[in-house]
Nanobody, 123 residues
Framework: QAQLVESGGGLVQPGGSLTLSCVAS????????MGWHRQAPGKEREFVAK????????LYAGPVKGRFTISRDITKNTVYLQMNNLSPEDTAVYYC????????????????WGKGTLVTVSS
């Protein structure tokens, strides 16, 4: 019922910043909790951040706290991830995800997934 489309990935130098966007379409998508996961080469997918429909109570994984900011524009059905002070360890495919009812953010089981956008942090 929902489709998620990410954009904004690319190449950035260490210490730089990048902002990702995710546009959601479908019925009642404004009621979903939405967020981001990432998967680095050779590693399992891991949780990054999530945000409620109201924009309250954003939650971040430990490695990105203080550097990443998740936000939401409910009128545009869009979720953003602002990434600051990036390091090579942040290199990964970043996936937008949505939680309708049966998702588990700790294990990465989501109701809806985007196709991902690649972020490469390198000199």
């Amino acid at each position: 019922q929902a489709q998620l489309v990410e954009s904004g990935g690319g190449l950035v130098q260490p210490g730089g910043s990048l902002t990702l966007s995710c546009v959601a379409s479908g019925p009642r998508v404004s009621l979903y909790t939405m967020g981001w996961h990432r998967q680095a080469p050779g590693k399992e997918r891991e949780f990054v951040a999530k945000i409620k429909p109201s924009g309250d109570a954003p939650l971040y994984a430990g490695p990105v706290k203080g550097r990443f900011t998740i936000s939401r524009d409910i009128t545009k059905n869009t979720v953003y991830l602002q990434m600051n002070n990036l390091s090579p360890e942040d290199t990964a495919v970043y996936y937008c995800a949505a939680d309708n009812r049966y998702a588990n953010w700790e294990t990465g089981v989501m109701d809806y997934w985007g196709k991902g956008t690649l972020v490469t942090v390198s000199s």
